[in-house]
């Protein structure tokens, strides 16, 4: 896949994205950083240790995945062997 990212020197003028590319990309800030880690935080002392660690490991592996289909990305190697790494650490917890 090739890529067409260009880089720009120092200096270069840079073109500020939409009123309306910002507003959704804080809403999704909001609540993929702001609102899960709020209610993470406030489920702990309910949760025991097993099962935070299987969320968290859980979470990184499902957004590594969504991220593949978001950037139509290849499945490389290494790629899964980190898979297989994060699943025996869910099977572990």
Do not use: W
């Amino acid at each position: 896949m090739s890529s067409s990212i260009r880089f720009r020197k120092l200096g270069d003028p840079v073109q500020v994205p939409s009123l309306r590319t910002l507003s959704f990309a804080a809403l999704v800030g909001f609540f993929n950083y702001g609102v899960r880690l709020t209610l993470f935080v406030l489920a702990l002392p309910h949760i025991g240790t097993a099962r935070k660690g299987r969320v968290l490991f859980a979470s990184v592996l499902r957004r590594a995945l969504i991220s593949l289909l978001i950037f139509r990305d290849s499945l490389t190697f290494k790629f899964l062997i980190a898979a297989e790494l994060m699943g025996v650490g869910f099977g572990c917890t």
